[in-house]
Every structure is written in structure tokens, then in C-alpha cells.
């Protein structure tokens, strides 16, 4: 009885509301075609799957399909680095969105201060195969730019940097806030438009200087845009950017001690092995660490601030 009441109360709000209902439709579709839909293909994941057979009549193996990416002798090298990058990109990236977003609301002339937002969103759709190849137009061992005039101009000797390991995780993670922060500041840009201008009018009043403006109004009021940010974040920490660690580094063999994650080592393995069973059962392992990471930072968030917490 109480169901039907509640159902009945969702079917009359949806009615009351059409228009929002109407508008909310295609992102529903979608959400269920591309995120809901997808998940019953986790049975795959258990599955020594065929062509001939098919993948219903495919023999089911348990555990076995796990067994690939557990028992691999490189499984401390891919963990590590895939967790390491995505912390680090997390730190670094949010950072300096919150320092663009500020930068750019203290621009007074909306004009330059539009044309910078778009100046910096510019790389994040830029492909990253082209972003490989601006990358390669800067370290190409003989004619590169960093080699054949900064280098040279300091009397330095050329560096390879496709064989040298020790520059990739700087490179790497300089690559990844190019193209990624400044699409993070205008998220922090929208927030920080929505504080009302009264505050900052009677912390001026008060003679607040700029950075108290900012450490004491602005960055608390975004705060929980910051926090809603990075327990998202949290979700894909087992998961990594392949074009970012597979095309910028151009799949060098050398530089794989810094350059491997989970991505780029299951794909490798997989282009010989072409298993469909082990592809479904690694993608599994990195959702429900996702999962599971979302969930614990949520939880410590809650523990922290109640009011802050996504649920």
C-alpha cells in the first residue's frame, strides 16, 4: 500500500512536472542505453568465450579470466603506476583548475576574460594523437624543438627522450594538465559566478585584501563543488588515459617501467591473446575498484562534513 502510494505520488509529480520530465528524457535514454544496459554484459567476465560456440554457449570458467591480470609478473609495476598517475593528476589538476577559475573571475574585462576561458578549454578536444604529435614535435630526438634549439642554444647534448625513462612521469603529467585543466576551471568558473557580489563588496568595506577575498570567501563558497569533483575522481583511480600513456609516449618499449598502466598493458596483451573474456573481466576489476573508491570517499567525507557528502 505504501509502494502505491509513493509510485502514485512519482506518477503525479512527473505529471505535474512535464516539461522538466520532457527535458530530463533523452539524458535518461542515454544514461540506460550507455551506462545501464552495458552491465549485463559482466557475465562475459566469466566466460571462456568462442566464436563458434557463441557467447551464450561459451563455457564458463569462474575465476580463470582474473587469473590473467593477478598472476602477470609486471601486476606491482602497472598498479603502481596507474594509481600513482592518477593521484598525482588528480592533486595537480585541481589545483590549478581552482587557480585558473580565480585567476580568470579577477579579470575585470569579461571580453579578455572569455577569451582566455576559451584559449585554455582549447586542448582538452584536441585528439590525443595530436596531441602525441605536438608532444613528438617537441622531442623528436634530431629536429625536435627542445633538442635542436634549447639545448643546443645551453651547448647541452641532445637527450632521446623515447629511451630515456626518467623524463616521462614530468612529461607525462605536464601533458595531462595541458589538456585537462583549464575544461576543469570552468566547472570551478561556473561556481564562483554563482557567489553573490555582496560579500566581496563588505569584505572591501572591511579592507580585505585580495587573497583574503579569495582564501576566505571565494574558495570556501566553491568548496563543495571541489569536494563533489573529487569523490568522482576517485571512481576512475584505477583506470587511466590510454591515448595519454600509449600514443605521447609512441608504445617506446623503454619507457615502459614509467609508462605502463593497467590500460595500456591489458590492451597489449590482448591484441595477441584477442580474449573477449579477459578484456570484460579487467574492465570488471577497474569498475568495482571504482566503486568501491567513490564509496569510501564519500563515506570519509561524511565523517568529515555531513553537509558535503554526495550521499
Known sequence: MTRATGFSRFIHAM?????LTLMMLPAVLVL???????????FI?????NYIDGIWGSPWVGFD????????????????????YSLTFMIINLVLSVSIAVAINEIRRRFLAKAYQSFIILPHFLSMVVVSYLVYAFLQPDHGFINATVLKAFGQDAVFWYSEKEYWPYILVFVNAWKHA??????????????DPEYYEAALIDGASKWKQITNITIPFIRPVIIIMTILS?????????????????????LYPVTDT???????????LNDIGMSSATALVQS???????????????????EQALF
Open 15 to 19: 505529471w505535474k512536472y512535464k516539461a
Open 32 to 42: 540506460l542505453a550507455h551506462s545501464y544496459l552495458p552491465m549485463f554484459g559482466i
Open 45 to 49: 567476465a566469466f566466460k571462456n568465450v
Open 65 to 84: 579470466n582474473f587469473k590473467f591480470l593477478f598472476s602477470s609478473g609486471d601486476m606491482w609495476r602497472i598498479v603502481r603506476n596507474t594509481l600513482l
Open 182 to 195: 583549464g575544461f576543469g576551471a570552468v566547472i570551478y568558473i561556473a561556481a564562483i559566478a554563482g557567489i
Open 234 to 254: 576517485m571512481g576512475s583511480i584505477f583506470s587511466s588515459d590510454f591515448g595519454l600513456f600509449f600514443q605521447v609516449p609512441m608504445n617506446s618499449g623503454a
Open 262 to 272: 593497467v590500460d595500456t598493458y591489458v590492451y597489449r596483451a590482448l591484441m595477441q
Open 288 to 306: 568495482v575498484v571504482g566503486f568501491i573508491m567513490v564509496i569510501a570517499t564519500n563515506s570519509a567525507v561524511r565523517q568529515i562534513d555531513r
